[in-house]
Structure formats: C-alpha cells, structure tokens
C-alpha cells in the first residue's frame, strides 16, 4: 500500500501544474481566516463580520466545513487530471505492462484521493480550532468539540466527490472534458430536481426524499449551507414574518448514501479499466 | 529447456474482426524470436494480451510456470510496445525511478541503464525534450531495470532514422550477446534476419510458420547460371532429373533444386555436356522471398 503512495506521490511531485493547484487549495484553506477581517459601514455603525458569531464554537465547524467545501473543485481538476492523463500520456498502458495490476492502479489512486480528503479535513480542523479560539464567544471544552460531526461529514464528502472525479477520468480519458461532464451531471440533476419538485410530486417533499440519493445532492445535503442559521439572517426573516426551519443535521443515513456512492464509483472504475483494451 | 512464454489457442475478435486465431507458440529461454507479419497481422494485439492490456477473447497463455499471476510474472519481463510512453514532465531519470518503484527493484539501476542506452549525459533532461530515438532507447533502458527473464519489442526501430536504427539494432544485439531472451516483432524483415535466431510468421492473425528462421522453407535452394548459349542451358537443365522449373530473366537462367546438390555438382554435368558456364551461383531465398511465398500461399 505504502508501494502504491509512493508511486503516485512521484508521479504528482514532478508536476507543476498539480503541484500549483494543492498548494492554491491549501492557502485558500487558511484564507477562510481573512472572512474574520471583511468590515463595511452601515450607518455609523461599523459591522464587522466575525462579530455576527461565525466565527463561534460549535457554529465555526458548520461554517468553515462549508466554505472549504467550495474550495474541492481545485482538487478536483487535479485528481481528474491525474486520471486522464495518464490515458492521454499512454502511460497507464506503460504502467501496466511493467506489472502494475489493473487493481493496484485503481487503489493507488484512491489512496492518494483519501490522502488528500484525509490532509485537508486535518487541515480544515487545525485552521477552524485557531479561528475559533481567537474569534469564539465561548471557549468551554465541552462546546468546542461539539458538532464535530460536520469534520467527519466534511471527509466522507471530499471522499466521494473525489471518487466521482476519478470515475469520471476514468470514463472519459480527457481532462476538460470529465470536468465538463461533472457540470453536465450537476445541470442533470438540478433540472431533475425541479422538474420533480415542481412538476410531478408539486407541493410535497417526495422529490426531495428521492434526490437526496444521488450523488452530487447527496453529497451537498451533507454540509448545508450555514448562512440562514446566522443570528442576523434567522432575526431578519422572523422580521419578514416568514420565518424557516431547516435541518441542519447530518442524519447517518446521509453518510451511508455518500459512502455506498464512494465504493461504487471505484468500483465502476475498476469494472470499466478491467473490460477495457487499451 | 526453460519455457519463458507458452500461448495456447489464444483469440482475439474485435467486432467482427478476428485480430488473432487460435494462435500457439511458445518461447524458449535464450533464444531470439522474432514474430514477422505485416502491418495488422495481430502482433501487437498477440504481444498486448501477454502483456495484460488487451483482455483475451479466448484460449490462455502462461507466463514461466504459471505459478505467478500475470501482472507479477510482468515484473521480470521487459517489454516495449509500439512508441515510448513516459511522463513527459519528468526526467529521463525521474521515470525511470518510477518504474524502479512499479518493478519493485532498487533505483541505483537507473544510471547503470542509462549507460547502456547512451543516455547518462541527459539523464537530467525533461522526457518531452527528447527526440524520437532517444525515446526509443530511454524505453530499452526502462525495460532493461529488472534485468529481465525475457525482452519483448514491439517494432523498436519504427520511425526512426538510419542512425537510430542503427543504434537501437547495436543495442539488441549487445543484449541478445549477454544471453537475455528477445521476442521482437516487426514488420522488417532484414531487421529479423539480422538479429533472430527463431521466428513466428502470422498473418491475419492466423500462425503460418513457427521455427527456426532458416528452417521457413524446406526447399534446397535455387541456381542463378549463365552461359554464351542461352537456349543450351535451358534445355540441359530441364533434362536434369534434380533440377524443378527453369526460368528465364534476360541472360540469366534460374532453376529450381528439387534434391540436394551442390554448384560443382550441376558445374561438373554441364561441362561432361560440353557447356561452360561463364556465371554459376547457388543461393537460398531470402527471409524476404520465403517470407512473400509464404504469405501468398494462404492468400489463394
């Protein structure tokens, strides 16, 4: 296992371009600091974004797991490039032939996918703890390492996307093009959606019960955007008279659907590989 | 003998393209194979599916004793398909640490390759800077890292100058001379001649020959003659019980040797005839015409 790090570590390490875009991923990470210093006059008043408590334990887990989540697609140009091309180089064909098996080839990619989800959910923990330890309102430890389920939820989402991304490299052998095909997938399944909810099963929650199984809604309904929980948000709408309820939580079957999404997306990869000629 | 390669009955069918039929061979070690036939005779194809990237249709092959599975029997061969793949943003140096990684052996055989291949002094060059040849010899020296059971070359000298050629063909040979095993298929027939000692001759996927390389045609021979009197000879020839089909090309008469005879043989009977021969020679087809009677056997 540690064969197959290796392998693909040299096969990452000597690439610029990859090598430029983790690095611009990881910064970005800790740019998610900088959120704390936006300001903008209202009135006189100055508000200053890190005093409307985003910034505060347990609510900095939800938020910054979300932001950084924005961020993956940096990651994803690069795992689908590694997959593809190793297609456009023929060097998989290479790769094989000097006795790497079509399995251990897969792995190797998906170890270093689960490094990647694994550093950059460390990575987003050690940032969102300093973050909130300067900026919290409440430091008791018990409230601290509360809702830590979203760090967890932040790792089996990376995972799966990133799978979805090897998946697609693998399927379509172009780097541009399986990037293209993910944003075709993502109009496939908002359109699916709304056509669901506001066509067939109007006015009831069946379509979002069906949606949340697959995979790019299934992995955005694990980390839900955190803005509407924000005190100034929430009060503003009672204000409107229209206030809302939302589930925040990740519900376990949530995790599980992510999960069965991740192995299946490997394997399909496999599959696909295995009945190949190359 | 040691068997390196056994292939039984293996096929191929891409569509309704049989690639390769029901094709049998097996290698021995310390021989130099080539595997002859012309371009989408199913070599590549034949040489993909040992290699474990193209998926057979049927039939098997194994590998040593077929102990191993393939993709670990792979680690001990040395093999080169068609053109070079490497990562071109690394250098000569990088990839083939690389395959030191894949191979499982240690990276302080990657200069001890590039010497070989000639290619030390650009060890630190990015692989896209490289021109065609040295690709080429970058890929022998990758193949060579395991110290390989068995060398596998897929038309090395494709697209190469005459100075390449030259080299990847000095580079096999060295090889060939160290006693490593070598299946090499091409198209080129003085390329196999030169450098094989046995040979496979498919076409259209189908075996037509398998042994050693002058052992393609059993035939004895031909004799090329001239004389002052043309017609003489021609018809002391067709007299002769030995001699097959006499043929005429401008001054120079060809016949056929239907039984073992040496030159001095026909030389002696022409002169007791009372002809003297003023050009005699014996000569054996080249691998070219063998090579072109074969394949034109199948083709009626």
């Keep these: 296992m540690l064969r197959l790090l290796n392998i693909e570590f040299l096969k990452l390490r000597y690439s610029r371009s990859s090598k430029i875009l983790i690095l611009t991923y990881f910064i970005l990470i800790t740019f998610i600091a900088l959120i704390a210093s936006i300001e903008f006059p209202i009135g006189n008043m100055n508000f200053r974004l890190a005093d409307q408590g985003i910034f505060n334990f347990p609510f900095i887990w939800h938020f910054n ?55 950059s959910t460390i990575f987003l923990f050690v940032v969102s703890l300093i973050l909130g ?51 075709i997938w993502w109009i496939v399944e908002t359109i699916l959606y709304a056509i669901l909810k506001w066509r067939i099963f109007k006015g009831s929650d069946i379509a979002d019960k069906i949606v949340q199984f ?49 192995v299946l997306f490997v394997y399909f990869s496999y599959a696909l590989l295995k009945k190949r000629d190359l | 003998m040691e068997t390196i390669l056994s292939i039984n009955q293996l096929t191929k069918v891409y569509g309704p393209l049989k690639a390769v039929n029901n094709l049998s061979f097996t290698i021995e070690k310390g021989n130099v194979y080539g595997i002859l036939g012309p371009n989408g005779s199913g070599k ?33 061969v040395g093999a080169i398909i068609e053109h070079p793949n490497f990562y071109p943003y690394m250098t000569a140096a990088q990839n083939l640490e690389l395959v030191c990684k894949i191979k499982g052996v ?38 060579l890292l395991n110290d390989p059971e068995i060398l596998i070359l897929d038309e090395p000298t494709n697209g190469l100058d005459p100075q390449g050629i030259h080299q990847i063909r000095e580079i096999i040979r060295k090889i060939a001379s160290d006693g490593t095993t070598i299946l090499l298929a091409s198209h080129l027939l003085d390329e196999v001649e030169k450098v094989c000692s046995h040979v496979v001759i498919i076409r259209k996927g189908v ?19 001239e004389a002052e009197n043309t017609e003489l000879l021609q018809q002391f020839l067709n007299e002769h019980p030995s001699i097959g089909k006499v043929s005429l090309k401008g001054n120079l008469v060809t016949a056929i040797i239907e039984e073992p005879m040496s030159a001095s043989d026909i030389n002696q009977y022409l002169f007791e005839k009372g002809l003297s021969l003023s050009y005699l020679i014996k000569r054996k087809e080249s691998l070219e015409e063998q090579f072109l009677q074969l394949t034109n056997q199948t083709t009626a």
């Design chain 2, 106 to 143: 240690p990276s302080h055989k990657v200069e001890e390759k590039l010497e070989v291949v000639g290619l030390l002094d650009r060890k630190d060059s990015k692989f896209r800077t490289f021109s065609l040849g040295m690709k080429q010899r970058l890929a022998i020296a990758s193949a």
């Design chain 1, 65 to 119: 797991s979300f932001i950084a989540a924005t961020l993956k697609l940096f990651l994803a140009i690069v795992i689908v490039s590694m997959m593809s091309n190793e297609y456009s180089n023929r060097t998989l064909k290479q790769n094989l032939i000097d006795g790497l098996s079509k399995k251990e080839f897969i792995l190797s990619k998906f170890i270093t996918v689960m490094v990647f989800s694994i550093v």
């Design chain 1, 133 to 183: 330890l300067s900026f919290s309102d409440y430091n008791e430890f018990s409230i601290i390492f509360s809702d830590l389920e979203y760090i967890l939820a932040y790792f089996v989402k990376l995972t799966g996307f990133f799978a979805f991304c090897l998946f697609l490299g693998i399927l379509v052998k172009r780097s541009a093009f399986a990037l293209g095909f993910l944003f």
């Design chain 2, 207 to 225: 075996k037509l020959y398998s042994g050693p390389v002058d052992g393609i045609n059993a035939s004895h021979g031909f004799f090329e003659l």
């Design chain 2, 44 to 76: 590549s194809t034949t040489l993909g599916m040992v290699l474990n990237v193209v998926n057979k249709t049927s039939g098997e092959f194994k590998w040593f004793d077929g102990a191993e599975s393939t993709h670990e029997a792979l680690k001990k």
């Design chain 1, 214 to 262: 697959l995979p790019l809604e299934s992995m955005s309904n694990l980390v839900k955007e955190p803005f509407s929980r924000l005190n100034a948000v929430q009060t503003a709408a009672n204000q409107l008279g229209s206030a809302f309820e939302k589930d925040y939580t990740i519900h376990w079957y949530q995790i599980l659907i992510v999960i069965v999404w991740t």
